[in-house]
C-alpha cells in the first residue's frame, strides 16, 4: 500500500479539513436502505456467500474516493491508496467475535478465495485479534453486519483523542418488502474528510455494483 502526503493549502477542502478536525471537530453517520433483491439472487445462484461479497463491494466503492482513505501516519496527513476491510467474525461457541481483515484485491475471485482461507485458518480464534502475531494494517477500515437486526439507524463514535479519519461501515438484517430485499446500511465519517456529496455517490456507486453483481466476478469465485 502506497501513502500519499496532502497539503493542505493546495487540497480543495483544506479549510474544510482545519475546521472540522481543529476548531469543530465533527462526525456524522446516516443510515439507508438498499436493494440487495438482485444481488442476493446472484449470490445464491453462484454457490457464493454473501458477507464477503459485501465486504468486497463496500470496499471497492469506498476505495473509489480519495477522501474515504485519508488518514494521518506518523504526524503526517495524507490518503492511502487501497483501504483493506477489517471485520467481526463471530464465535458461536461463546457468542463473542474476533476482528480479522482481508487485503482489497480488485479482481473478487482473488479476494474471495484470500477471505476463505483467512476463516479457515483464523476463523476459530479467540481473543481480540483473529490473525495472531501480527496487527491490523494502518490502511484498514471497519466495516461489519448485525445479521440479527433490521435497524433503522446505527451509529459510533469514537475518535479517542487521535486522528481517525477512515469512515466505519455497519449492515442490518435483510428486510423484506414489496417482493423486494432490503438490506440497512449505516455509514458513520469524519466530516472533516468528507461530506453528503460523498456518500451519495458511495451509496450510487455501491448500489449500481449491486445490481449488476454478475459482471464483477470470474466462474472460479464459485
Known sequence: ?????????????????????????????????????????????????????????????????????VAEKDGVLGYYDVLTPLYASFHEDDHTFSLMWTPYRENFSEFYEAYLKNQQEFGDTHGVLCQPQTLPPANAYTVSCIPWVQFEH???????????????????????????????????????TTDGYHVNRFLEDLQEDMNHFESLYGPSAG
Not at 446505527?154 to 430485499?181: L, T
Request: net charge positive; proline share 6%; with cysteine.
Open 1 to 69: 500500500m502506497n501513502f500519499t502526503p496532502i497539503d493542505l493549502q493546495s487540497w480543495p477542502r483544506g479549510q474544510m479539513f482545519y475546521y472540522f478536525s481543529k476548531m469543530q471537530p465533527t462526525g456524522y453517520s446516516m443510515t439507508v436502505r438498499v436493494d440487495v433483491t438482485k444481488l442476493r439472487k446472484k449470490v445464491q445462484d453462484a454457490g457464493l456467500k454473501f458477507f464477503p461479497v459485501y465486504l468486497w463491494l463496500v470496499t471497492r466503492n469506498l476505495n473509489r474516493q480519495t477522501e474515504f482513505k
Open 154 to 192: 446505527f451509529a459510533i463514535h469514537s475518535y479517542e483523542n487521535h486522528a481517525y479519519y477512515f469512515p466505519s461501515v455497519e449492515a442490518g438484517k435483510f428486510i423484506e418488502q414489496d417482493n423486494r430485499i432490503y438490506m440497512p446500511l449505516s455509514i458513520t465519517c469524519h466530516h472533516a
